[in-house]
């Protein structure tokens, strides 16, 4: 009886340590988004379920961002910092070099390279080549892009209707875009022609559509210093100080829901939330030409990794899977954004949602054909940076500075945040 008892507590005392393992095996990985809706929110929040059933061992918690432009990734430094931030989190293309130059973010390179069947080639090129950027000459690579998006033109076919306007058609120009704003908003109560958020990209599509851009050639300094700028600046500050617009500041999207807003720009990640909230007719149309020819932006957006996560590994498996042909595809199939491979069906997946809204899908996928690429400005201070550029062109709407000012003072006002590559 004693041997056996004995015997019996040497087995007890083996089976502990897995019993214990086995316990643990079961981890959580927090990962967040920053959604602009809630028909978005409902998009990963499905994406993230489906994961999650089919992974054992891993547990999935998603959480929906709910601090809109740079008070995002604000929040996420603060949270990194705090060591309160999720394993793994989407960030803004421009934010990465932030991120990564801050050690915020966990270098894949070693994960990527010891995992079959992974190839960078899979996804856009112009976008690979900004994760996969060196701080200190070793092999890099940040995270995994999320999507690829361009803005358009969500326009209030009604509205139009009511103006005696034709719909906005390929090769529109800023001309007939500023006159189908006169029209609308002559139709008086509270209509507005035209809405747009107060960021970088709306104002800046109006600096690029004109000629000029942000930055030098090279990102490494200014290239607003040129009449270009003055042009641009101009067009788009005369809508809000002729009352063409919803003010600046104010959010443009629920009044374009209201049926108040003839032209709204935004991204193609606006789409589920005008499908499930818009009950006119309504429709996109590429952004209109401007003197410097067709521009949009190539916005894109990545995955990364907590620099702290206690599950590398793990965390690395969720951004395969989150970025994988399967899920981008039925993201692509709910509308919110464009696959950011270039491998698969995804593109056609893109064009086929909300065929039957009749929602023209082909619009952004030619503002990719030649938007600017978001860049992260591994050279400077994005930060810095956008809050003069804010700052001032907050300044020139509202006529506390005119557009010439803007010009003739920028760059001696954000030059200073560039400096040694990689610094």
Not at 66 to 75: K, L, M, P, R, T
Not at 208 to 236: K, P, Q
Not at 247 to 254: K, L, R, S, T
Not at 274 to 290: D, I, K
Request: one cysteine or more.
């Amino acid at each position: 009886m004693f041997k056996r008892l004995f015997v019996l507590a040497i087995l007890v005392a083996m089976l502990l340590p897995v019993l214990a393992v086995n316990a643990q095996d079961d981890i959580t990985l927090r990962w967040r988004t920053r959604p602009d809706n809630q028909a978005e929110i409902d998009v990963y929040q499905a994406a993230s379920d489906e994961i999650d059933a089919a992974w054992d061992g891993v547990t999935l918690q998603y959480e929906a961002g709910n601090s809109e432009g740079a008070g995002y990734s604000d929040v996420l430094v603060t949270e990194l910092t705090a060591g309160t931030a999720p394993d793994v989190f989407w960030i803004p293309g421009a934010d990465v070099a932030r991120f990564a130059k801050l050690g915020l973010i966990l270098n894949l390179n070693d994960l990527a390279a010891s995992t079959d069947g992974f190839s960078q080639e899979d996804f856009y090129p112009q976008i690979m080549e900004q994760l996969t950027y060196s701080l200190d000459g070793s092999d890099s690579l940040w995270g995994l892009p999320r999507d690829a998006s361009a803005f358009a033109i969500y326009y209030n076919q009604d509205l139009f209707d009511e103006a005696g306007l034709d719909y906005p058609a390929e090769g529109w120009t800023w001309e007939d875009f500023r006159t189908a704003g006169e029209e609308i908003t002559a139709l008086g109560g509270d209509v507005k022609g035209f809405g747009m958020s107060n960021w970088w990209g709306p104002y800046g599509y109006f600096i690029n559509g004109a000629g000029s851009s942000f930055f030098n050639e090279d990102y490494t300094g200014c290239g607003m210093g040129n009449d270009n700028t003055v042009a641009g600046l101009e067009t788009m500050a005369s809508l809000y100080q002729d009352g063409l617009a919803v003010p600046w500041g104010e959010d443009p999207e629920p009044v374009f829901y209201a049926g108040n807003v003839g032209m709204y720009m935004n991204g193609r990640w606006a789409t589920p939330g005008a499908v499930a909230n818009v009950t006119f007719n309504w429709n996109v149309a590429e952004l209109p030409v401007g003197p410097g020819g067709p521009s949009n932006w190539l916005f894109w957006g990545a995955y990364v990794v907590n620099a702290k996560t206690e599950h590398p590994a793990e965390a690395w498996e969720l951004l395969q899977q989150l970025t994988s042909p399967e899920i981008q595809g039925k993201i692509a199939g709910l509308g919110a954004n464009i696959p950011s491979r270039v491998s698969g069906s995804g593109v056609d997946d893109f064009l086929a949602t909300f065929s039957d809204l009749g929602v023209n899908n082909q619009a952004f996928v030619n503002g990719l054909g030649y938007g600017v690429a978001e860049n992260p400005v591994w050279a400077g201070d994005w930060t810095s940076i956008v809050a003069v550029l804010d700052s001032q062109v907050s300044a020139v709407v509202s006529g506390d500075l005119t557009a010439q000012e803007f010009a003739d003072t920028i760059c001696a006002q954000i030059d200073p945040f560039f400096g040694t590559e990689g610094q």
